[in-house]
């Protein structure tokens, strides 16, 4: 048991069956956690061991995070399940030691083309969770002609413009992680592989992309296959929007 604000060193011992490398995982399960902290260990067996110092360059732990969320009709209340489930977001974020920046936008393509709803969101903001309840809880008379992807390309256009919120968003040589929300399909006009590409063109192979969408499990929701699609390009997930999805945030 490791309270909070201590520590404790593992030795992890192994006895290989064969020769080559191995890789496994210490699993720390949390009380206050349905899912676990995994922590990776390595280890090789060689016939002729030799020691080897190995440095290890500090990791890049910037990531830039943009949430499209729909604005629709029928999503008041999967805009505050996606408010109730920041806690995950934010507990694992603190675990990684991820500096963020969070931005929200909507699917609204018509009225607010892909601008921020609110200032940019960081580790150091005031009440956070709460900033972030209110910004995610974009409202139910936006466009019924969603277009996520568009939505998020539009993002990227009104951070190059400078508009008030977006210019603040995209850091230099930060990863990047988009996360849609919708219990629709995507109708954006361009191909899932365009918005791919411009994606990998701005923020090089450092990128990911997520969605929480409509799924054939789900009641009164339209399957995207568009939003699998850009999932993945970039490697990324997947989750039904009638799921219990605090563990994929």
């Given at each position: 048991s490791i309270a909070a604000g201590e520590f404790k060193v593992l030795t992890v011992e192994f006895d290989p069956t064969r020769l080559g490398n191995f890789t496994g995982f210490v699993e720390i399960p949390m009380d206050d956690r349905t899912f676990s902290y995994f922590v990776p260990v390595f280890g090789s067996a060689e016939a002729t061991p030799t020691a080897v110092d190995v440095y290890t360059q500090e990791r890049n732990t910037e990531v830039d995070v943009l949430f499209v969320v729909d604005n629709?009709?029928?999503?008041?209340?999967?805009?505050?399940?996606?408010?109730?489930?920041?806690?995950?977001?934010?507990?694992?974020?603190?675990?990684?030691?991820?500096?963020?920046?969070?931005?929200?936008?909507?699917?609204?393509?018509i009225t607010d083309p892909g601008n921020l709803v609110g200032p940019v969101l960081r580790p150091s903001t005031p009440n956070l969770e709460q900033a972030f309840s209110d910004q995610v809880n974009v409202g139910v008379r936006g466009s019924g002609w969603e277009r996520g992807l568009e939505a998020s390309s539009l993002a990227f256009t009104r951070a190059d413009q400078n508009f008030v919120n977006n210019k603040d968003l995209f850091r230099p040589g930060a990863s990047f992680v988009v996360i849609y929300v919708s219990d629709e399909p995507d109708q954006s006009p361009l191909s899932v592989a365009?918005?791919?590409?411009?994606?990998?063109?701005?923020?090089?192979?450092?990128?990911?992309?997520?969605?929480?969408?409509?799924?054939?499990s789900c009641p009164n929701t339209a399957f995207s296959g568009r939003y699998e699609d850009i999932v993945q390009f970039t490697g990324g997930i997947l989750e039904p929007i009638c799921s219990s999805w605090g563990q994929s945030l």
């Open positions: 629709s009709c029928s999503m008041g209340d999967d805009q505050q399940n996606l408010a109730n489930n920041f806690d995950s977001f934010i507990r694992q974020a603190a675990l990684q030691q991820v500096d963020f920046q969070i931005g929200v936008t909507t699917t609204d393509v365009t918005y791919f590409q411009e994606m990998q063109t701005r923020f090089g192979g450092d990128v990911l992309a997520a969605a929480v969408a409509g799924h054939p």
